[in-house]
């Protein structure tokens, strides 16, 4: 993120570093929501992380429409997290993933 910060300042640059920030926040965002599946499993981080990695459009699409839903006035806040991690864990229950092992 210090480098989106230092990139804002150069003249073109600056005005897609907003961009860059949100496709990165709503990446998170869906890593984040998946992530409460992965936890059901217990999966290991190492393994979230590289499911995460071979998956990353269902991340930033699930990230994305969160995302979109925070811009609705109070009921998209209440409805969001309920949307994501819903749509997350259905992704991911249609997968048929392992269960992981407890370390």
Known sequence: MLILAI?????????????????????????SMMDYSFERRRWSMRQSIAYIRQHKGMAMGNGVV????????????LLAPCYAVIAATIHLQQQRLPMGTEP
């Open 7 to 31: 990139l804002a300042f150069v003249p073109i640059l600056g005005w897609l570093t907003p961009l860059i920030a949100m496709l990165i926040e709503c990446y998170y965002f869906g890593f």
């Open 66 to 77: 969160f995302y979109l839903f925070l811009f609705i006035p109070v009921l998209g806040w």
